[in-house]
């Protein structure tokens, strides 16, 4: 495609691959110029829009659309408190609680509450604004990576388990619910944004026969391939790990020009048989056996699809620990993390998305919702909110550079001053609108895929697992976790020292399946987000519990006092990830054990 002439229209950014790209640069540019006043138009319509809704009433606004007025009625909330609003919407009550626009449906975030997934209302019209935010990532790639409308991307996406609420309505996370629309798959012929998967492996809710098809179509597409990606960095090496697992099979189906036999989807059998696998293809099917058989797998991406240019993954938060892998079978490419999402609200976009991963930041887009800012402070109590001592937030406008806050949004679908829970550091400005590095997710302690399991959790699920130790006499005098991503999938690892009060008597300690089945209980006492990785999605191994020797939480504290740490403040970490304090922990270890199952899951919410 030839570049548009830039005396129409030159974006600070780079010039323009096409048309479509430069329409697309010149509504970032016009949004983040006029950023405030972008942000006051949102603010206005959202209010205007749902000003006869109860949640809207409750705080007497009156009609008033203007900011001062907004922040002086409505209190900075979270999801427990607008939860009875919620159940009542998901119970079957169809009234304006708190969009004046019907509920089509719940998206239900990767965070927690009490267990189970947060249940957010939407809105038909906030799959428009989504698509939106899709439609400038490209325009802003092409300013990097040219070409890239000449071969195809190879992503692995998959939809996941839904359910109905009581009263009807679906419930399912963000990208299943894109994945399912008519805006995807009924979307006109894009050559940026050609796929080597169909649409019916990546619909195909069993997660086995999806992954192998798309794998599949891959491999046969191998030589037009120019990007790989999946939505988080964990998918992705999943995917490798599959291709590890599996390449035998797949290349005796390219060899022979048949599909596996367990690929019994109706509809995906049909589509890859008939429009993909439609001859035998031997001369394939050597090369990926020679790629294979060794179990050389450094560079193992560029080796099977020579042209890939980039990797498209999302490698900030908690994800930067897969990075080391990731390099390690890219040989080394770029990793570009192009947007920043939640259930709740789309928010923005990575400008330079060819940067190292570490060098991240997002430029929030005005339009998305109405935004403000907490300013955060790790040693204060900002957490501690109330209705009577309302906190001052920053609008967006306003944000300053080097400092964190927490999130809150408004959107168009009805939250108000809602608290989303991510901690973001301000980097600098895009035109008036400000750019963030992620720093974390509020209260995570360990996270491997989508799961986010915190402190209070995690103790209330160890509590739960030793139990079983009461009958040995044993109690856990001291406790740590981990998240072990060197295996594929990444796992918990949880550290326990143990106090034997009956040390004398060899049957008094506990035996290898009750310390086996205490991995297991502490799986079934972690959230639902959580038991779905390990029992549908497959994208969370399972749990490890490593038994350390008497004194060695002492070594613990000794080591962190010598690196500074005050002796009368000190607490035992309940998560590491500082490579000396897990070798410490590691040269300590007595015994390993492993969750000898799955825990219990089922889509259904508890009731």
């Known amino acids: 495609m030839a570049v548009v002439d830039n005396s129409e229209f030159s974006s600070p950014l780079g010039p323009p691959a096409c048309e479509k790209d430069a329409k697309a640069l010149r509504f970032i540019e016009e949004t983040t110029t006029n950023a405030d006043l972008v942000q006051q138009r949102v603010l206005a319509e959202i209010l205007t829009q749902n000003a006869h809704t109860e949640y809207v009433n409750r705080f007497r606004l009156n009609g008033a659309t203007d900011r001062d007025t907004f922040k002086s009625k409505f209190p900075v909330v979270t999801y427990e408190d607008l939860q009875p609003d919620i159940q009542r919407i998901a119970n079957g009550d169809r009234s304006p609680i708190f969009s004046s626009h019907p509920i089509s449906e719940f998206l239900t975030s990767s965070g927690t509450s009490a267990g189970e997934r947060k249940l957010m209302p939407t809105i038909k019209e ?43 309505l679906v419930a399912r996370p963000v990208l299943t619910s894109y994945y399912k629309s008519d805006i995807f798959k009924t979307r006109p012929y894009d050559p940026f944004n050609d796929y080597t998967s169909p649409n019916e492996a990546v619909l195909c809710a069993d997660s086995f026969q999806s992954m192998y098809t798309q794998m599949l179509c891959g491999l046969l597409m191998r030589d037009q391939v120019l990007r790989v990606g999946a939505v988080f960095a964990s998918g992705l090496l999943r995917a490798i790990r599959f291709l590890q697992l599996n390449w035998k099979q797949l290349a005796h189906d390219i060899s022979t020009g048949t ?128 209705r009577d001592s309302p906190p001052r937030l920053v609008d967006l406008a306003d944000v300053e550079v080097g400092k964190e806050y927490e999130l809150v949004i408004t959107t168009y679908a009805g939250l108000c001053r809602y608290r ?67 295996t594929i999938p990444g796992h918990y690892v949880i550290y326990w020292e143990l106090l034997v009060k009956d040390n004398e008597t060899m049957n008094s300690h506990p035996t290898d399946e009750i310390l086996n089945q205490c991995c297991l209980a502490i799986e079934e006492s972690l959230n639902s987000v959580y038991r779905q990785g390990r029992v549908a999605d497959n994208s969370i191994g399972p749990l490890e519990i490593r038994v350390v020797r008497n004194g060695t939480f002492e070594e613990l504290m000794d080591y962190a006092i010598s690196r500074g740490a005050s002796i009368n403040q000190y607490k035992a970490p309940r998560c590491v990830n500082f490579t000396p304090i897990v070798e410490l922990l590691d040269s300590r270890v007595t015994s390993v054990h492993f969750s000898p199952s799955k825990p219990h899951w089922t889509p259904e919410r508890r009731r």
């Not at 070409?147 to 359910?163: C, I, N, R």
């Not at 897969?322 to 709740?344: D, K, Q």
């Not at 402190?455 to 009461?470: G, Y």
Request: with cysteine.
């Open 259 to 386: 599909l596996n036999p367990k690929i019994t989807d109706t509809c995906l059998r049909e589509c890859i048989t008939s429009k993909y696998l439609t001859n035998p293809n031997p001369e394939l099917a050597e090369f990926i056996s020679n790629e294979c058989y060794t179990e050389e797998w450094e560079g193992i991406i560029t080796r099977i699809w020579p042209n890939t240019k980039y990797l498209d993954v999302i490698v900030t938060g908690a994800m930067a620990q897969y990075i080391p892998t990731l390099e390690f079978y890219s040989g080394g490419l770029p990793m570009a993390c192009t947007m920043y999402a939640s259930s709740e609200c789309y928010f923005g976009v990575n400008l330079n998305p060819m940067c190292k991963p570490s060098d991240v930041t997002y430029t929030i887009m005005p339009n998305m919702g109405y935004f403000e800012f907490l300013p955060h402070d790790s040693s204060s109590r900002a957490s501690a909110l109330s």
């Open 126 to 168: 906030e799959m428009e604004r989504r698509q939106l935010l899709y439609s400038l990532l490209m325009p802003i790639m092409n300013l990097y990576v040219p070409g890239l409308d000449k071969g195809k991307g190879l992503y692995f996406l998959f939809v996941k388990a839904e359910t109905k609420t009581p009263g009807g």
């Open 420 to 486: 989303v829970g991510d901690v973001l550091e301000v980097t600098g400005f895009h035109n008036a609108a400000p750019q963030f590095r992620f720093v974390r997710r509020k209260n995570v302690l360990l996270s491997i895929d989508s799961d986010k399991t915190d402190e209070a959790e995690l103790q209330k699920a160890v509590e739960n697992a030793s139990s079983l130790l009461r009958d040995f006499n044993t109690t856990v005098v001291e406790y740590t976790s981990y998240a072990d991503t060197k």
